[in-house]
């Protein structure tokens, strides 16, 4: 089970957690700093790479403009990148049903063509997305096979079975839109 108070920590710390400077070079990204004091943050900041290089399960993900990193893999071994995260952020991080959790950004201007996600992990899963900030929440969402457009809200977590259906991405907004997302077993209970 993923509990509401799990996710709303989840929330509040991924807005304080500094991402590295891999993009602030480019002057892409400049982090969260006007959401809370940099100053109070007990973690290491963990660096942005390219979707292609940090999920590495989708033959053409590097094609679209997403960029992130992980913070639990479960494969043959389970790790969490435990120096990114204060103890109780780690603490939600030990739950077996979470198979995989990461932080993306998805720039400006982007869409993510319409697809499946894989059957990448032993069992089926179904994906938490955990909006942190999206810039103008009319212009960035999902399309779903029924055609309908799901909008991302701030801090408003969304379950979703991104196995079993056709769905996109756009951010149609001329700044990135950015996510923490978990993979849970699919029959795991989340409270949203």
Do not use: C
Not at 64 to 75: A, D, E, H, P, S
């Amino acid at each position: 089970m993923i509990t509401k108070k799990e996710l709303n920590d989840l929330y509040e710390w991924g807005i304080t957690t500094i991402i590295g400077d891999t993009l602030s070079r480019k002057n892409e990204y400049t982090g969260h700093q006007n959401k809370k004091e940099i100053s109070k943050l007990d973690t290491k900041p963990f660096s942005e790479k390219k979707a292609d290089k940090y999920i590495g399960r989708y033959r053409d993900f590097g094609t679209y403009m997403v960029t992130g990193n992980w913070l639990k893999m479960r494969r043959k071994l389970t790790t969490i990148r435990r120096s990114a995260m204060p103890d109780h952020i780690y603490k939600i991080h030990q739950n077996p049903e979470i198979l995989y959790s990461g932080y993306a950004n998805l720039n400006p201007g982007y869409y993510i063509k319409p697809h499946q996600d894989p059957d990448v992990y032993i069992e089926q899963y179904k994906r938490i997305q955990i909006p942190l900030y999206i810039p103008e929440p009319e212009k960035a969402y999902m399309t779903w096979d029924d055609g309908i457009k799901y909008y991302w809200k701030e801090g408003e977590p969304q379950v979703w079975y991104v196995m079993d259906h056709l769905h996109s991405g756009n951010n149609e907004s001329n700044k990135s839109a950015k996510f923490l997302f978990l993979d849970v077993i699919k029959e795991t209970q989340v409270e949203l």
